[in-house]
């Protein structure tokens, strides 16, 4: 009676935090799908919540920038310390120099690479596409007639691409009589609003800059104050967890981007001095638009390579397959050779959650998500990774991941795992192995 009790008590128990823990789910969904419609669905919220941002913007630029010459910064400091530490008997006097110095450097390196990307870009921008719309008929037809050279003329399949290639740039021509020359007010307006959106873009740029450089002049006052709120609201066992938390999701952050940011620059330059020395068309458009999209993971070479393919190929079709090599091979060397030695193992993740990261934060955020999500997903990856061994040890259960592969059940007494057993063309392959050894005791 007394077992029967204490088993229907267990039983009980069970069901308990069974239900217990359906309910948490049950509520942590609905205050899910809540936070989702007040954000993307009630127009109150989602009206404020761009309000805010649009305030916020030129605070966001500024941490952006002072994240990103941070290192730079670092770097000048460095430096300028050795050098001022003998010459300036105050220490605190001798910072102050050092790092106001280091700060103004970082600052005027930053915008340095910024003109120097857009005087780069922009002319090359242009002519590439007053030269593209200019000649694309005379391109068209060129290509034609080198598919037509290279299948003798004699393809159906020829004639119908030279009818659809014909009849693409007639509607091209079409379109801009009739669809673009007579909307054109509205173009001009729209474009316009573009313009001046543009502008207070930059202007909240060059606001951001200015308050990039009071967070690093400051920086350690504003981590001691973060430090501070974390340790008066929670106790030291939970604040430590949170303050080694954002100390290795800077680290991830931070390894990640300033090592995509070198690789893409060291891509981009390698891709110009081939492109220079192959003679391709459009040599510094590709190189920077290689170079750029570089910075996406993954799919980042196929999102430059293809655009370039086809602006390449209209000029020079055979230049154009000799760039798809080159392009392939390119990516080769960055993925297995130059990425892992300046990346590493930054992210810790492997490769199916790479992928998944990429397409989760491109699908949700864009562009952004693409770039971000993978530095994101591994923070949440170790967060995940740090709770699952806290609750372990927690319960005397082994961490590491290879000891639960071949696991059956964990013993309810013992406390120790069991394993599966081993399948029957394995165990039949060893009882053979041991047979002949049996019999060799048997004879003698």
């Known amino acids: 009676m007394e077992e029967d009790k204490k088993k229907s008590g267990k039983t009980e128990h069970g069901m308990r935090w069974y239900i ?41 630029f500024g941490l952006v920038i002072a994240y990103l010459i941070n290192p730079i910064m670092k770097f000048f400091e460095k430096h300028l310390l050795h050098f001022l530490e003998p010459r300036v008997q105050k220490e605190k006097k001798c910072r102050k120099i050092a790092r106001s110095i280091a700060t103004g450097g970082a600052v005027v390196v930053f915008v340095l690479i910024v003109i120097l990307l857009f005087a780069m870009m922009i002319p090359q921008l242009i002519s590439s596409i007053s030269g593209m719309v200019n000649f694309l008929p005379k391109q068209v037809d060129s290509f034609i007639d080198w598919f037509n050279g290279l299948t003798n003329s004699d393809n159906e399949i020829i004639q119908s691409l030279e009818t659809n290639m014909m009849d693409m740039v007639t509607y091209l ?24 959106n543009m502008v207070k873009v930059l202007m909240n740029a060059i606001i951001g800059l200015i308050v990039s450089v009071y967070v690093l002049m400051t920086k350690e006052k504003f981590i ?114 130059i990425g892992p030695k300046i990346l590493g193992d930054s992210t810790g993740l492997n490769s199916f959650w790479v992928v998944f990261a990429i397409m989760v934060g491109g699908g949700l955020f864009g562009i952004g998500g693409m770039i971000l999500g993978v530095p994101t997903f591994a923070v949440i990856y170790y967060i995940i990774d740090k709770t699952v061994d806290y609750c372990l040890r927690k319960r005397k259960l082994p961490e590491d991941t290879d000891e639960y592969i071949r696991l059956e059940k964990v013993d309810e007494k013992t406390n120790e795992i069991v394993l599966l057993e081993e399948p029957v063309e394995e165990a039949s392959e060893k009882k053979e192995l041991h047979i002949p050894s049996i019999k060799k005791k048997e004879k003698k």
């Open 20 to 60: 217990s823990l359906a309910v948490l789910v049950f509520v942590l969904f609905c205050c899910c799908t809540m936070f989702f419609f007040m954000i993307y669905r009630y127009n109150g919220v989602s009206k404020g919540w761009d309000t805010i941002m649009k305030v916020l913007q030129p605070i966001t």
């Open 224 to 337: 001691g104050q973060s430090k501070k709120i974390v340790y008066a609201i929670f106790k030291p066992v939970r604040g430590n967890v949170i303050i080694d938390t954002f100390r290795k999701s800077n680290e991830i952050f931070g390894g990640f981007i300033s090592g995509k940011l070198l690789d893409s620059a060291i891509i981009g330059v390698l891709c110009y001095i081939c492109l220079l020395i192959m003679k391709m068309p459009y040599t510094l458009l590709v190189s920077v638009f290689v170079g750029l999209t570089n910075i996406i993971p993954f799919f980042g070479p196929f999102i430059g390579a293809i655009p370039s393919v086809i602006i390449i190929a209209l000029a020079d079709p055979i230049k154009g397959i000799y760039f798809l090599i080159f392009i392939f091979i390119l990516q080769q060397v960055d993925g297995n050779i």
């Open 173 to 196: 021509e079409n379109w801009v009589k009739e669809s673009f020359l007579p909307n054109i007010q509205t173009y001009i307006t729209s474009i316009t609003s573009g313009v001046i």
